[in-house]
């Protein structure tokens, strides 16, 4: 082909000059969210350039077999193609490293990719030339090998490539090998290294290393010891599939029930790196969940004989507040666990009715379970491990699972049942193990329990060395409402019975000489906007525990109804945006995470009218409480307005705060809007988001 394509060539032509221009200007470019998923085409699209310069490199090779003038046009269209894939793909994954991919392995690839672009546009160049030609090939190809084998690491970890080698010579554990180096390591290698290594930290997080784990990311650390639910590895790892902070993302391999029981028992345990299996002791939870879930052999696996629930049913009955998984891809066995005491509804139990043949694990820990409820447990005739710790059943509502023959494992910690329960519990005629600590269930019991229930292992919970003082956990807060109105009753608790609790409202840090807590107290905040009460605990042979800080907001005046005009950008699993910012609950920048407490607004703005027809207060300031996104380098709200009107048609502007350019603004912050006083019947609140950037809301006071 003597005549070059003028079309091709004027299209390579541009595309390489914007390119260049990328690769130039590329410090100061900041991709907005709409252009993002043409960077995430870049894995699609490379695979062709890669092909094509592999055909290239065998068509030249085997020139010689091929008629002259049918290898000219066939050779120079594919190089065409071959020109036009490959810029298309450099460009897409230049856009996909302005998402925040920093890493020299990233850079190497990113590099050699633009090398390649302007190498092979140089081979349509430097056609006629056939010398330069070649090697101009042959480099091309070399840099394609490298380039994948840099790109495969980014996307897979960089010993990718050698695994299934290195693989075989993995050194094996032991009792005396620590916990985490024996199973923790592995699941964090197998699941999340792939995003989070030196190459390709994203977050600022490198899960390679104790090390690294140690400094956190930009969240903040990973896991915080003896504390689970505030671990921001097991926070993200809970979220729904299809919530952008899950991880790891949609569509890589995720971690399975097991694996991520083994975590939060570690992480309570207290995260020693060092701890083996032998060190543990007997009772330990955590070595009981080791040698129950992780020590037994292929051999040892129960096999089901019941049918498979279906992969759409399964996905219905997911939500925020109820996990059902299967227990394994190969097993029909299900497990559910049910979440969130404040939003139990007993649908969430009820509707497990349409997969009741095949749930062997429920977890109802910390609900308001009742002794009616567990009616429905009972029927469910292949449930093999109950756990019903911290709730409010009784002796009697065990009659119900006397009807569960499969039942192995039950855990009552924490509830109300005492020795009565025996005529319950010995006619479980499959039970092998049974947790009762902080039960009714005194010392002197345990004997008689032993004796009546042969074949069954208890475990009292923890027994300390009464020469060793231990600290106790921090008091808690009962409910989860921290916005109230003057005079108002907060309460107290500890999950130890006898604990004393000792607190303060002034700021100070309490001590054994502090005011007592009995039942309640009630807060005058004579003015102020907050007011923090901070209590520690403290029981005979016990160490205190850390003092507990509680922060209580005023919530000012409270309109008749809270109306929002757009829902915002909320998933079916976040709430209504009108009842997260009127729901007495304001969550701090440790709970950023959970997007039910957050209404979020990314283009249409927020606007939330209050209808104060009832009260008609004169309002004189309105408070917001707003957050940026992780990661966000700007603030996300440009401005907010504050209208009035009686009649919700005719508005008057009360004041417009502009905050487009503030920088550094923090995942929470209170925006205060003052403005002149006005008693009108209706207040409408405008927030607007900035540019390319994504508005969370949390609560509104006015005042």
């Known amino acids: 082909m003597k005549r070059p394509i003028p079309f091709f060539l004027n299209v390579l032509f541009f595309l390489h000059i914007f390119l260049a221009f990328l690769v130039v200007f590329e410090s100061y470019l900041e991709i907005p969210f709409w252009l993002q ?20 490199v065998l068509l030249n090779l085997f020139r010689k077999h091929i008629d002259p003038i049918s290898f000219e046009k066939i050779n120079y269209f594919l190089l065409l193609l071959t020109s036009l894939t490959t810029v298309l793909a450099t460009i897409m994954g230049l856009v996909l490293s302005l998402e925040g991919y920093e890493s020299e392995l990233m850079s190497l690839h990113k590099w050699i990719g633009i090398a390649i672009s302007f190498i092979v546009y140089a081979l349509v160049l430097m056609y006629q030339s056939k010398k330069v030609y070649r090697i101009l090939l042959y480099t091309s190809f070399v840099g394609v090998v490298f380039g994948g084998h840099f790109g495969a690491g980014l996307t897979h970890g960089s010993n990718f490539l050698m695994e299934p080698i290195t693989a075989l010579n993995k050194k094996e554990f032991d009792e005396n090998t620590p916990i985490y180096t024996a199973y923790v390591e592995p699941i964090l290698a197998a699941k999340c290294t792939s995003c989070h290594n030196p190459q390709k930290h994203k977050g600022d997080l490198d899960l390679t290393n104790v090390e690294s784990i140690a400094r956190g990311g930009e969240n903040g650390e990973v896991w915080l010891a003896h504390n689970p639910e505030k671990s921001l590895l097991l926070q993200r790892v809970a979220l729904p599939l299809e919530d952008e902070e899950h991880m790891p993302p949609d569509g890589k391999t995720q971690l399975t029930a097991q694996e991520i029981e083994l975590i ?19 009772e330990d939870s955590l070595k009981q969940l080791i040698t129950k879930k992780w020590l037994k052999g292929d051999s040892e696996k129960e096999s089901y004989t019941f049918d498979f629930a279906g992969t759409r049913l399964i996905e219905e009955l997911n939500n925020p507040y109820r996990s059902v998984v299967q227990k394994s891809p190969s097993s029909p066995a299900i497990e559910v666990a049910i979440y969130g005491k404040s939003a139990y509804k007993p649908e969430f139990l009820t509707d497990l009715v349409k997969v009741k043949e095949q749930v062997v694990y429920l977890n109802l820990a910390n609900l308001p379970i009742d002794n009616q409820t567990l009616q429905f447990v ?3 005739k292949n449930l093999e491990h109950l756990v019903l710790n911290f709730t409010e059943i009784t002796n009697d509502a065990l009659a119900a699972l006397v009807a569960s023959v499969k039942l192995q494992s039950l855990s009552l910690a924490g509830t109300a049942v005492d020795i009565a329960a025996l005529k319950y519990l010995k006619n479980i005629k499959n039970l092998k193990e049974l947790f009762i600590w902080n039960t009714q269930i005194r010392d002197a019991d345990i004997v008689a329990l032993s004796k009546e229930l042969p074949r069954v292992t208890i475990n009292e919970g923890y027994i300390p060395d009464p020469e060793v003082k231990l600290g106790l956990t921090p008091p808690i807060l009962i409910g989860e ?11 107290l608790g500890h999950k130890m019975n006898g604990v004393s609790i000792r607190y303060t409202l002034d700021e100070t840090e309490p001590n054994e000489k502090s005011a007592i807590y009995d039942s309640g107290i009630a807060l005058d905040l004579q003015g102020e906007r907050s007011k923090t009460v901070k209590a520690i605990a403290y029981k005979d042979d016990w160490l205190p525990s850390e003092v507990s800080s509680f922060t209580f907001y005023d919530k000012g005046f409270v309109p008749d109804k809270v109306e929002v005009v757009h829902p915002g950008i909320l998933s079916s699993y976040t709430g209504e945006a009108a009842e997260i910012l009127s729901d007495d609950s304001k969550n701090d920048a440790n709970t950023y995470y959970y997007s039910k407490f957050w209404a979020s607004f990314n283009i249409k703005p927020l606007i939330a009218i209050a209808d104060f027809s009832t009260s008609n207060p004169t309002i004189k300031e309105v408070v917001l409480s707003c957050g940026n996104p992780n990661g966000a380098k700007k603030s996300s709200v440009k401005y907010i307005e504050i209208w009035s009107s009686n009649d919700k048609e005719n508005w008057i502007l009360l004041r417009k705060l502009t905050l487009a350019n503030e920088l550094n603004m923090e995942k929470l912050k209170e925006i205060y809007i003052k403005f002149p006083e006005s008693s009108m019947k209706y207040f409408k609140i405008v927030g607007q988001p900035n540019t390319d950037s994504t508005m969370r809301v949390n609560q509104l006071f006015f005042f």
């Open 37 to 56: 998923p043409l960077g995430r085409m870049h894995p699609l699209v490379l695979h062709f350039p890669v092909a094509f310069i592999a055909l290239l």
């Open 264 to 282: 939060e028992s570690w992480i309570r345990h207290g995260a020693d790196t060092e701890i083996s299996y032998a060190l543990l002791k007997k």
């Open 378 to 380: 009972g029927e469910l």
């Open 481 to 491: 409402k921290n916005i109230i109105s003057s005079g108002d009753q907060i309460s």
